[in-house]
Each structure stands twice: as C-alpha cells, then as structure tokens.
C-alpha cells in the first residue's frame, strides 16, 4: 500500500524540521518529528532523555515510534532525528528523501540562526565537534544507501529546495 508518507532524513541541524515546516506554508501538508512525538510520549526534552536513561533507552524509544508510523501514518510529511535513519522499517513508512549538506555548511547553517546556542545545547551528540564528525563521515555513506533520492540542501534557496521535494513526492 502506497502511504504517501515523505521521510526526511539527514544528519543534525541540516534543516529536516525546517523544511518540513516550510513545506506545509508551500503545500499545505502537515508533518510530524519523530523527535517532537518522543518528547511529546515521554514528557522529557531528547537531551534529558540522553542524560537521565542513556542512548540506548533513546533508540529503543525511536524504534517503537518508527513501528507506530508504520501502522498508523498516511499522506504525511515526517522530520526524523539524525540516527532515525537505521530503523529497519523505515522503507515500509514511506519514500525516504535525504537531505545532504557538507560537515561545514551544517555547522555554517547552526552558527548562523538566531538560537544558535540552543540548537547545539538541545543536541548532545554536537557537544564535541570531533567526535560529531566523525560521526558524519560514518553516516553520510548510510544515508545515501537508505535513501530513495537525496536532496542536496546546502547554500540553496528554499524556493527551490520545495519544488524539487514536490517533484520526488510525486
Ligand atoms: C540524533 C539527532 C537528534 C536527536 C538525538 C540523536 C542523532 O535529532 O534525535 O539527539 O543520532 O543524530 P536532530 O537530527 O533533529 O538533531
């Protein structure tokens, strides 16, 4: 059964929640973050989570949500955390787009917001940008592998960033 769901996954602060948000002011689709409805279930922010039951409690969270959109989610946009990537039904949940940007432009793109000091605070995989790399560099090849079209995000317009999801959801 086509769900009609669109996955966007990528790595931290590349911009999945923003452009999910920006797509439904373009096309009135509504979205949904995986890391919003855990947060949501569990009354706790992700880094909380992180901090008081450890990462492995975290996956284990992101894996009973994956299996919950399987079941129940149709005609809509989904914003993943960056490690959401590797649940193994993510294919049965919808058409998985990537959005791609280097290491640098991803850290350009957190430095340059407003709330810059939040978006690093609320993600304690950033806390140690070394590490955060190398983990980029692990997981670029991953998401290319898992993805059905990659979207690259990086310096682009979001005009033009829109209308080319459009063009993959059709
Ligand atoms: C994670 C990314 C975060 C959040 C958690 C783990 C990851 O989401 O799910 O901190 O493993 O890359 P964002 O990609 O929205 O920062």
């Given at each position: 059964m086509n769900k009609n769901n669109i996955i966007l996954i990528g790595f931290?602060?590349?911009g999945k929640g923003t452009i999910a948000r920006a797509f439904f002011k373009y096309s009135g689709r509504f979205s949904i973050d995986t890391d919003d409805l855990i947060e949501s279930i569990t009354k706790k922010k992700v880094k909380t989570i992180f901090k008081d039951e450890g990462e492995p409690y975290f996956r284990d969270l992101e894996k009973q949500c994956a299996l919950w959109l399987e079941k129940s989610i149709t005609n809509t946009v989904i914003s993943t955390g960056g490690?959401?990537?590797?649940?193994?039904n993510i294919k049965n949940i919808g058409k998985v787009i990537y959005l791609k940007s280097s290491f640098e432009g991803i850290l350009k793109r957190i430095n340059n917001a407003p709330n810059a000091k939040q978006k690093l605070a609320k993600?304690?995989?950033?806390?140690?940008l070394d590490e955060a790399r190398k983990l980029y560099d692990t997981r670029v090849k991953e998401y290319e592998k898992v993805a059905d079209f990659t979207l690259d995000v990086e310096d682009r317009d979001i005009e033009e960033i829109l209308k080319e999801l459009t063009s993959m959801c059709e």
């Open positions: 931290m602060g590349v490690g959401f990537y590797r649940q193994e993600r304690p995989l950033l806390k140690n």
